[in-house]
């Protein structure tokens, strides 16, 4: 019997008031890809935050940093932060890292109607299924959402949001529970056994949940030079759209759109 390849699908939410924007992106890094990606990115925090000597002439080794799209090196240059921008999209193309993204861009009115799941988390959660399945045809999918707030200044790890729990663990569970049931051939996820229960980490100690935020940070100004066109990039963002216009184009596979209320909450992948 053969055995399906595993990928852990690194998610990223973003919400845009002024689009009226709910978004999920997913990073997908393979396991044989895994160790290659986060060395890369270790890599890169050392670029932008090497060793320094002191007085004495001692090596000081500082603390991993946080690498964030929308507060990234807050002290650092523009020349900085846009080297940063270029080097996530290098490493995104040079291993290959397929991307797949929900959108929605009628945020407002689909809450008033899912009171209930105002982040719309559920809801691009079922896209983002939806864009896997030809993947999930041969890989075992570990979905791993940012989700635990940061625990680094207390004992203890504050609780998750439990929607973001129910939206993302809870679902997974209902879709594998009910696959056994009499209602398996209705339900819409094809190769579903192939997705895992999702896990949640702290994205301060997560590297990789850190490289997603940036992947959804640099998709969010594509969206935004598309969408806003009577407000005029700055210079600054001009450039870091020119870096996110570098990705692979085969390599993303996203769905933007908004969703005709009484339809089918479903997102097409392509």
Same mark, same amino acid.
């Given at each position: 019997?053969?055995?399906?390849?595993?990928?852990?699908?690194?998610?990223?939410?973003?919400?845009?008031?002024?689009?009226?924007?709910?978004?999920?992106?997913?990073?997908?890094?393979?396991?044989?890809?895994?160790?290659?990606?986060?060395?890369?990115?270790?890599?890169?925090?050392?670029?932008?935050?090497?060793?320094?000597?002191?007085?004495?002439?001692?090596?000081?080794?500082?603390?991993?940093?946080?690498?964030?799209?929308?507060?990234?090196?807050?002290?650092?240059?523009?020349?900085?932060?846009?080297?940063?921008?270029?080097?996530?999209?290098?490493?995104?193309?040079?291993?290959?890292?397929?991307?797949?993204?929900?959108?929605?861009?009628?945020?407002?009115?689909?809450?008033?109607?899912?009171?209930?799941?105002?982040?719309?988390?559920?809801?691009?959660?079922?896209?983002?299924?939806?864009?896997?399945?030809?993947?999930?045809?041969?890989?075992?999918?570990?979905?791993?959402?940012?989700?635990?707030?940061?625990?680094?200044?207390?004992?203890?790890?504050?609780?998750?949001?439990?929607?973001?729990? %129910?939206?993302?663990?809870? !679902?997974?569970?209902? /879709? #594998?529970?009910? $696959?056994?049931?009499?209602?398996?051939? =209705?339900?819409?996820?094809?190769?579903?056994?192939?997705?895992?229960?999702?896990?949640?980490?702290?994205?301060?100690?997560?590297?990789?949940?850190?490289?997603?935020?940036?992947?959804?940070?640099?998709?969010?100004?594509?969206?935004?030079?598309?969408?806003?066109?009577?407000?005029?990039?700055?210079?600054?963002?001009?450039?870091?759209?020119? %870096?996110?216009?570098?990705? !692979?184009?085969?390599? /993303? #596979?996203?769905? $933007?759109?908004?969703?005709?209320?009484? =339809?089918?909450?479903?997102?097409?992948?392509?």
């Amino acid at each position: 019997m053969a055995h399906a390849a595993v990928a852990f699908l690194f998610l990223d939410e973003c919400a845009y008031d002024a689009l009226d924007l709910s978004a999920l992106t997913g990073v997908l890094v393979p396991a044989d890809h895994y160790s290659a990606v986060r060395d890369a990115l270790c890599r890169l925090v050392w670029e932008v935050n090497p060793s320094t000597m002191d007085s004495s002439g001692s090596m000081i080794l500082p603390s991993p940093i946080e690498l964030h799209g929308s507060k990234l090196l807050p002290e650092g240059s523009d020349q900085e932060r846009l080297a940063v921008f270029s080097a996530v999209v290098s490493i995104v193309n040079e291993n290959s890292l397929h991307i797949f993204r929900v959108c929605y861009l009628n945020h407002k009115e689909i809450a008033a109607i899912m009171s209930a799941d105002q982040n719309l988390y559920g809801l691009n959660f079922f896209g983002m299924q939806r864009s896997l399945q030809e993947i999930m045809s041969d890989t075992l999918v570990v979905p791993v959402m940012d989700g635990i707030p940061d625990s680094s200044s207390t004992k203890k790890a504050p609780p998750i949001n439990p929607q973001l729990i %129910r939206s993302f663990a809870g !679902n997974v569970r209902w /879709l #594998h529970h009910h $696959r056994h049931s009499d209602i398996a051939e =209705s339900l819409t996820i094809q190769h579903a056994h192939n997705l895992g229960e999702p896990v949640f980490t702290d994205s301060t100690h997560s590297t990789l949940a850190q490289f997603a935020d940036i992947v959804s940070y640099l998709l969010l100004q594509i969206d935004r030079s598309e969408l806003e066109t009577d407000k005029p990039p700055s210079a600054f963002r001009a450039e870091v759209i020119a %870096r996110a216009q570098g990705f !692979n184009k085969e390599l /993303l #596979h996203c769905w $933007r759109d908004r969703m005709k209320i009484g =339809s089918s909450p479903s997102a097409p992948a392509s």
